[in-house]
């Protein structure tokens, strides 16, 4: 069983260029998270799925969309990155929204010039 | 608002000493639930421990403890005989079951590291 995983591990991207951050889970579970993680501010919560078919916009969403078309999957999206958006980005799953524990996947280090 | 405080942003002990992790939390919701998230120099984000508000017993895994104090909006986090291996960032985590946003707030983590 793999957990989560996250696709690609790191990468560098150009101003202005439009990039996908792919996340899947193996756990059948309902809810998934995108969080970025900069230095000093813990981890921060972009946009998060409670099922497949729902999205919701945590507490830094702009510059960022979600879709969740089924369980398994829940693609992160930079229409037009910025030099701001240089960070790591980790995604995560719980069985359900709330209380229930995230478990994460490795993490993608994103670097915007 | 829900707000984790860490106010220790980096311990540096010697190997062997005992090391408290301090944790401070501010909800007004009366059942919410805390975690412990490890984060070692590999990257990846390790789930240690989660207690919910109505349980207040400390709990003890090995050489981790872990204290929880409603009365003081605590839940610190203590390393026995610590170890190398256990430098690493530690993240205490909150989240509130009935909130809109259905998610948990994390501290800024404090950076642990254990000198041979």
């Known amino acids: 069983i793999a957990g989560i995983t996250q696709a690609p591990t790191s990468q560098i991207l150009a101003a202005g260029r439009r990039m996908t951050l792919r996340c899947t889970q193996d756990m059948r579970h309902n809810a998934m998270y995108w969080y970025r993680q900069d230095l000093g501010l813990g981890l921060r919560l972009i946009h998060y799925?409670?099922?497949?078919?729902?999205?919701g916009k945590g507490e830094v969403p702009d510059g960022y969309s979600v879709s969740r078309a089924n369980t398994d999957d829940f693609p992160l999206t930079l229409a037009s990155a910025v030099p701001s958006q240089t960070s790591v980005y980790f995604c995560?799953?719980?069985?359900?929204?709330?209380?229930?524990?995230?478990?994460f996947g490795p993490g993608t280090r994103l670097t915007v010039l | 608002a829900q707000k984790v405080t860490q106010a220790q942003t980096e311990i540096s002990v010697v190997e062997k000493e005992d090391v408290t992790l301090d944790c401070v939390y501010e909800?007004?919701?009366?059942?919410?639930?805390l975690f412990w998230y490890k984060q070692p120099p590999s990257g990846e984000l390790v789930f240690l421990i989660r207690?919910?508000?109505?349980?207040?017993q400390n709990e003890i895994s090995g050489r981790y403890s872990w204290n929880f104090q409603k009365s003081t909006s605590s839940f610190n986090f203590t390393i026995t005989a610590s170890q190398v291996v256990d430098s690493a960032v530690y993240f205490c985590a909150l989240s509130e079951p009935h909130s809109s946003a259905s998610k948990i707030i994390f501290g800024s983590g404090t950076r642990l590291s254990i000198r041979p």
């Open positions: 207690r919910n508000s109505f349980d207040e």
């Open positions: 909800t007004r919701d009366t059942t919410y639930y």
């Open positions: 799925s409670n099922t497949a078919g729902t999205t």
């Open positions: 995560a799953s719980s069985e359900s929204g709330g209380e229930d524990t995230q478990y």
